[in-house]
C-alpha cells in the first residue's frame, strides 16, 4: 500500500504500523520493528507475564504512600483493599498507573520482568523505569517496545484463547471499551469487537488493537513517537485505520 506510505511520511514524528491476521498473513506494515517509547503499552507484557509465570494471587490494602497518580482511580480508594485480579483489571481496563506500579513490584521490579522479556524472546521490549516517573525518563531511562512484538504478544493471546485459555480471555475482554477509544476503535464498524490499550504521553500516542469480525481476529498496532500534537495525531491514527481496515488483504510474499 504505497498510497499509506505515502500519507504517513506526510505525518509529523516517528510512526509505526503492523496490521495482520492472527493467523499469520500481513496486510500492512510500516517500520515494524522501530523501537519506540511504550508509554502505557508494556502493561500488556506486564498482565501477559502474571498470568503466564503462575503468580499467587494477593490482597493490597491501599494506602497514600502506594499513590504515585493522583489521577487514578486507586487514589479515591485509600483503605479499600484490592486482589491482584482487580489490580490487572483496572491497569488494563482504565490503563491505572498505581495499579501498574503494585504488580510489577509483586513481581519483583524491573530486572524481574526484563529477564521475563529476554527469556520470551521480545528484544525491543524493556522496563527503564516504574509508571509516572518522569525524573527518570530525562535522565533516560525509558520503556520500550515495537509494533511487532506487540503483534506477536496479542497473537500469542488469541492462540491460547483458541486452545481454551481462561486467563487470556479475561485479559482481552478487559480490553474492549478501554480507556482512549477515540483512536483505532473509533473508526471500525459498530459491529467490530475492538480489545486494545491505548498509550500515551505528551509526545507519544499509541494504540494496539485485537479486532474481532466474522470469526477471526486481527492486530493492528500504531505508534507514533515525537509528535507535537497529540490531537493531531490522535485524529491521523484514525485516518490510518479507515484506511487500513476497509482495504485489507494479505501482502504478497517477496522473492
Wanted: charge should be negative; hydrophobic fraction near 40%.
Amino acid at each position: 500500500m504505497q498510497s499509506i506510505d505515502r500519507l504517513i511520511m506526510g505525518f509529523a514524528g516517528q510512526w509505526s504500523v503492523d496490521f495482520r491476521s492472527c493467523t499469520g498473513p500481513i496486510y500492512y506494515q510500516y517500520q515494524p520493528t522501530l523501537q519506540l517509547p511504550s508509554a502505557s503499552l508494556i502493561k500488556l507484557f506486564l498482565a501477559w507475564q502474571w498470568y503466564t509465570t503462575n503468580q499467587p494471587a494477593f490482597d493490597v490494602l491501599i494506602s497514600k504512600q502506594l499513590i504515585v497518580d493522583p489521577d487514578g482511580s486507586l487514589a479515591q480508594a485509600i483503605g479499600t483493599t484490592f486482589s491482584s485480579n482487580q489490580l490487572i483489571h483496572l491497569m488494563l481496563k482504565q490503563s491505572e498507573n498505581n495499579a501498574t506500579n503494585l504488580l510489577l513490584a509483586q513481581l519483583g521490579g524491573i530486572p524481574a520482568a526484563n529477564n521475563w522479556l529476554q527469556q520470551a524472546g521480545y528484544q525491543a521490549t524493556r522496563w527503564g523505569r516504574i509508571m509516572l516517573d518522569f525524573q527518570a525518563r530525562q535522565q533516560g531511562f525509558e520503556n520500550y517496545t515495537s509494533a511487532e512484538e506487540l503483534t506477536r504478544l496479542l497473537h500469542t493471546m488469541t492462540d491460547v484463547i483458541a486452545k481454551g485459555g481462561s486467563m487470556a480471555s479475561t485479559l482481552v475482554k478487559s480490553l474492549v471499551n478501554s480507556a482512549s477509544d477515540d483512536k483505532i476503535a473509533a473508526s471500525l464498524p459498530p459491529a467490530v469487537v475492538c480489545a486494545h490499550k491505548s498509550g500515551e504521553l505528551a509526545d507519544l500516542e499509541h494504540d494496539a488493537a485485537l479486532i474481532y469480525n466474522a470469526g477471526m481476529w486481527d492486530s493492528l498496532v500504531i505508534m507514533a513517537a515525537a509528535v507535537p500534537d497529540p490531537t493531531t495525531a490522535r485524529q491521523q491514527i484514525r485516518q490510518l485505520t479507515s484506511e487500513l481496515w476497509p482495504n485489507k488483504k494479505p501482502v504478497p510474499p517477496q522473492g
